[in-house]
């Protein structure tokens, strides 16, 4: 069983928790005096649109709108987070079992043709612990019509125990620096600046290689996760992220289970909402989505609910106080989630 295919899901989960609840008003960083929202039709509408605009891989579509996502948050984790994580994971599971103290002082340059950029890992490795700090300096990716242009500081420290074959993973941490990670994006349309911030992330595996189950799945928590799209100027903010990801069995085409424990979407005009799942969501090995329901509570007893299609696979049907409000349509996440 691959223990890739289960830290690829929890980092896709983590874009779907959040984004569901990233866009209640317009922006702004989270305040813990900020009220509970109360959740209308109108505002519960507002959220699954800004939603779609922020996830990537979702649309969403209703009598009134039609919306797709915002670039910002999928060039951010596909052109800096997701590298991070997968590179320092490669490098903390191929070192010797007997290997100590050791020090890692690597570069590896962009590929633009122009001002390629570079991104340096500087760190120690130590008994199948890789602690190491990744500083982007112009990193460009891309030619000179379409790029992205990565600067900022990103901490990891990467977990594994010893064994004769090599390190046995065992959580990965990893947090950007107070200025977060900057992407400028350049293409045909305009040059935009995107940001992201996370503070205290931590994937932990729930079995090492032999891959998570129920009794021990992996975990993924997060203080904070933001993202600012320079395309609008609005600042998406989730915090107490936890969940929970592991196969539902040890058979070579398990389902991926994807459980939100608990995540806080806060924003200084609408308020605070709660995301949970009520049922966990279920991805089979084909890439389909069979079960599971998302949960989205603010001060009253309403509750913004998403379950999966009756009438368009890979996709929830929106629903708020029983009405039924649109589909959101996130097959290109969900096939992430369960084939990465």
Do not use: W
């Amino acid at each position: 069983m691959n223990k890739k295919l289960i830290i690829g899901s929890g980092l896709a989960s983590t874009a779907l928790v959040f984004v569901m609840f990233s866009g209640c008003g317009t922006g702004g960083s989270s305040t813990s005096t900020t009220p509970t929202a109360e959740l209308t039709t109108s505002s519960a509408q507002t959220l699954a649109v800004n939603a779609a605009e922020a996830l990537p891989g979702c649309s969403y579509v209703s009598d009134t709108v039609v919306t797709s996502a915002s670039p910002a948050f999928a060039l951010i984790y596909n052109s800096a987070i997701k590298e991070v994580l997968d590179d320092s994971e490669a490098s903390v599971t191929t070192k010797s079992a007997t290997v100590r103290l050791t020090t890692i002082d690597e570069s590896t340059a962009g590929t633009c043709p122009t001002d390629p950029g570079y991104y340096t890992k500087v760190g120690t490795h130590d008994e199948g612990v890789d602690d190491v700090v990744y500083t982007f300096v112009n990193y460009c990716l891309g030619d000179d019509v379409d790029s992205l242009t990565l600067n900022g500081v990103a901490d990891v420290k990467n977990v594994g125990v010893p064994s004769d074959s090599g390190p046995i993973p065992q959580s990965v941490e990893l947090s950007t620096g107070s200025e977060g990670l900057q992407a400028v994006e350049k293409s045909a349309e305009g040059t935009y600046t995107h940001v992201a911030k996370l503070d205290d992330f931590v994937y932990t595996y729930g079995n090492g290689d032999e891959g998570a189950l129920i009794d021990n799945p992996s975990t993924m928590t997060a203080d904070l996760l933001s993202v600012t799209d320079g395309r609008s100027s609005e600042t998406f903010t989730v915090s107490n992220v936890g969940i929970t990801t592991y196969y539902s069995d040890a058979s070579d085409t398990p389902d991926v289970v994807l459980d939100i424990d608990n995540v806080t979407y806060t924003d200084p005009d609408t308020g605070t909402v709660s995301v949970s799942t009520g049922t966990p969501i279920v991805v089979n090995d084909a890439g389909v989505m069979v079960s599971g329901t998302i949960e989205v509570q603010g001060s009253n007893d309403a509750v913004l609910m998403m379950t999966p299609s009756t009438s368009v696979e890979n996709s929830f049907d929106v629903t708020f106080d029983g009405e039924s409000l649109g589909v959101m349509d996130c097959s290109g996440l969900t096939a992430d989630i369960a084939l990465e």
